[in-house]
Each structure stands twice: as C-alpha cells, then as structure tokens.
C-alpha cells in the first residue's frame, strides 16, 4: 500500500507564491509519473502538471509560465512550486503517483488534498 502526504497550500494574495510538497510512502519499487491536479468548487478535477521518471514536464496552459513542477525519487517526492497566483488559482490540489510497489503491482495513489485559496 501506497501512501501519499501533501503538505504546503493556504491563504496567499494575488501575485503570491506557495510551494505545495507530495511524499510517498509505502511498499514502493519504482515511481513512473508524478502529477498535481487540481479541482475548483462545482468543478471536474483537472491535470494542472505531471512529470515523468525521466524527468519530462508537462503543464496544462493555465500553469505554464507560473508554475513548476519538480521530483527528488530518493526522497519519493514531488514538489509543486506556484508563482504569480491568480483568484482562478484557488481550487484543492492533489498529489498523484503512478508506479510499481515492491510486489511488482502497479499503483495509483492520490493524496488527501491540500487548499489553495488566492484572494484578490
């Protein structure tokens, strides 16, 4: 069993920063692709950044230029550092890992979600 903390959000004014951190823990073998999703009240869930074991980036256009994500597989983290929040920012933002536990089964494991909130 994979288990995943997250740990970072709160209350910050636009133009802000937060650094949002995701630790696996658990069973783990091999770690492939780290993501950050974020869902907005009376919103669908959505993909805001992923990366790959190799190191890959990918960004949903709403987080290019502003965020970046980032990993450290001896630590079995994934980092999500936020510059220049908007409002449209605000949302909770879950951690979500993608691997194989040391039993050879793939996993997909999500965090337990952290609030952003961004006021005007």
């Known amino acids: 069993q994979v288990q995943l903390v997250e740990s970072g959000g709160g209350l910050v004014q636009a133009g802000g920063s937060l650094r949002l951190s995701c630790a696996a823990s658990g069973s783990i073998f091999s770690i492939k692709t780290m993501n950050w999703y974020r869902q907005a009240p009376g919103k669908q869930r959505e993909l805001v950044a992923l990366?790959?074991?190799?190191?890959?980036?990918n960004y949903a256009d709403s987080a290019k230029g502003r965020f970046t994500i980032s990993r450290d597989n001896a630590k079995k983290s994934v980092y999500l550092q936020m510059n220049s929040l908007k409002p449209e920012d605000t949302a909770v933002y879950y951690c979500?890992?993608?691997?194989?536990?040391?039993?050879?089964?793939?996993?997909?494991?999500w965090g337990q979600g952290t609030q952003v909130t961004v006021s005007s």
């Open positions: 990366i790959t074991g190799g190191g890959t980036t």
């Open positions: 979500n890992v993608l691997g194989w536990t040391a039993g050879w089964s793939e996993f997909n494991s």
